[in-house]
């Protein structure tokens, strides 16, 4: 009977320290390049958490990264894709690599690690061109853990889309010419398209202007710049002002204006250039 009742004691103290130990995340089911989550189609997102996710030997590698877990896609339309991951700010940012083949012998077709500083501390990035038909694996992971096992794993969010050059296309509305100041301020509008990393700041292009305003041999000429104050959806309105950078100052008239847009992503730059003739207004 004493050995019973100690036995249900030492049970029971078991019982409460598990109860007692903090839940650990479990491994995850695309743990293993063989049991790779299925990509079926673009756009994709997924978040997955490699906290305990683990390496096996024969891996592909790329920047020695551990807590690995796996995608695979097969393109239905060859053209250019991108893949990013987004997670892991605190602490050196995710690793993305995309390999095409058997696991022992795959090819890395790009690798990329947390682009850094303090806007892309978080996010990794690949653009790549696939073929139709044949089967890529994506990993995501923690780079340079296999050197030093104590970097972690944890949460992040993975995306994959077919990829859309970058555009800012501009639009010039209005000019008008303060009566007392002289300064002419333009108003209008950009649009921007493209593929954008996630977490990366868009819809923001430059804006840029340069203005002549000719009778005779009286120029009054000046040039200005600005950027939207806020993102676009579709399309997000800007104001500019320019002082005439000559003896004369912009009046109300017929005016040359060049505006351009340029806008960037993490892979291109675009500018775009518009010239009208513009009548500047009284304001």
């Not at 339309?77 to 050196?92: E, H, Q």
Request: charged share 15%; proline share 5%; glycine share 10%.
């Amino acid at each position: 009977m004493l050995f019973t009742r100690f036995s249900l004691v030492i049970v029971v103290a078991g019982a409460l320290l598990s109860i007692a130990e903090p839940a650990r995340a479990a491994t995850p089911p695309n743990d293993l390049y063989g049991n790779a989550a299925v990509i079926a189609g673009v756009p994709f997102v997924a978040t997955v958490d490699t906290t305990s996710a683990t390496v096996s030997s024969g891996d592909p590698n790329c920047a020695a990264s551990s807590h690995t877990a796996w995608f695979r896609f097969t393109p239905t339309v060859s053209g250019t894709y991108t893949f990013d991951v987004n997670g892991l700010w605190n602490s050196g940012g995710p690793s993305l690599g995309v390999f095409v083949g058997h696991r022992r012998s795959a090819q890395m077709v790009a690798c990329d690690v947390a682009l850094g500083g303090e806007e892309f501390a978080g996010v990794a990035a690949d653009k790549v061109v696939l073929t139709a038909g044949i089967r890529y694996h994506v990993m995501v992971g923690t780079p340079g853990g296999i050197a030093d096992p104590t970097l972690p794993g944890g949460s992040l969010f993975v995306r994959a889309v077919r990829y859309v050059p970058v555009a800012a296309n501009v639009h010039l509305s209005y000019g008008s010419v303060d009566r007392v100041t002289r300064v002419l301020t333009l108003t209008g509008t950009v649009a921007c398209a493209g593929t954008y990393a996630y977490g990366s700041f868009d819809g923001f292009p430059d804006i840029s202007a340069t203005v002549r305003e000719e009778r005779s041999t009286l120029v009054a000429q000046g040039s200005g710049g600005t950027w939207p104050s806020s993102g676009y959806t579709p399309s997000a309105a800007w104001t500019m002002e320019i002082h005439s950078e000559t003896a004369h100052p912009f009046r109300r008239g017929w005016a040359t204006v060049a505006v351009r847009g340029y806008e960037c992503n993490l892979w291109e730059c675009v500018t775009r250039t518009k010239k009208v003739d513009l009548f500047l207004h009284w304001g």
